[in-house]
Each structure stands twice: as structure tokens, then as C-alpha cells.
């Protein structure tokens, strides 16, 4: 069972930046972190869960259009991670943000709806003055 564990939120000032790490464990036998389509998603305070990003298998990415440009999704030298880089903050960027992955070795795209099957537990990030 895939395990996962979002870390890096915080406070950050409009304009500042954050990189969360998802850090996952439990692959199937023979794989790593890096045969799992993951998405970064966000929900705010009394909002639905948003999807922002996502990395295919073959390194293919999506961003939701408010974080476009803004934030980057990429894959760690380590074998297990997946990091979101957030740049240029904006208070409405205040949520908790949550990593999902699905086992999906041999599909180029990948997708930033809720279809997901792993989560974690969610990380907190506050954008404020």
C-alpha cells in the first residue's frame, strides 16, 4: 500500500516562495515513485478541493490556469519524492495542500481531477503580510 507524506507548507509573505516534498513509500514490488502518475492538490478555507499540478510517468505536466506559470511540479533525484515549487505567492494560495498518486507506469499524460487512489495527510500553507 502506497504511503505518502507532504511536507515543506508554512507561512510565506505574498510575493515569497515554498517547495512542498511528497515523499512516498510502500511501492509496488519492482517499482519506484517514478512509475506513479502524483498531482498536487489544494482546499481552502470553506472551498472544494482544487487540483494544481500533476507529473506523468514520462514526465508529462498540468497546472490548473491559477497556478500556471507560477508553480512547477518536478520529480527528485531521489526516487521517491515529487516536489511542487511555488513562486510569487498569492494570499489566495492560503490552503492545505495534499499530494495523490495512482500506479500508472506506461500513460504520458496525467490528469489534475480527484480520480486519485493515494493520499497523504495534507500540509498546510498560509500566504499573508
Known amino acids: 500500500q502506497l504511503q505518502i507524506v507532504e511536507s515543506g507548507g508554512g507561512l510565506a509573505q505574498p510575493g515569497g516562495s515554498l517547495r512542498l516534498s511528497c515523499a512516498a513509500s510502500?511501492?509496488?514490488?519492482?517499482?519506484?515513485?517514478?512509475?506513479?502518475?502524483v498531482s498536487w492538490f489544494r482546499q481552502a478555507p470553506g472551498k472544494e478541493r482544487e487540483g494544481l499540478s500533476c507529473i506523468s510517468t514520462t514526465g508529462g505536466t498540468d497546472y490548473a490556469d491559477s497556478v500556471k506559470g507560477r508553480f512547477t511540479i518536478s520529480r527528485g533525484n531521489a526516487r521517491n519524492l515529487v516536489y511542487l515549487q511555488m513562486n510569487n505567492l498569492k494570499p489566495e494560495d492560503t490552503g492545505v495542500y495534499y499530494c495523490?498518486?495512482?500506479?500508472?507506469?506506461?500513460?504520458?499524460?496525467?490528469?489534475?481531477?480527484?480520480?486519485?487512489?493515494?493520499w497523504g495527510q495534507g500540509t498546510q500553507v498560509n500566504v499573508s503580510s
Open positions: 495523490a498518486a495512482n500506479f500508472n507506469p506506461r500513460s504520458p499524460v496525467c490528469t489534475i481531477r480527484s480520480t486519485y487512489t493515494y
Open positions: 510502500g511501492f509496488r514490488s519492482g517499482y519506484t515513485f517514478n512509475f506513479y502518475a
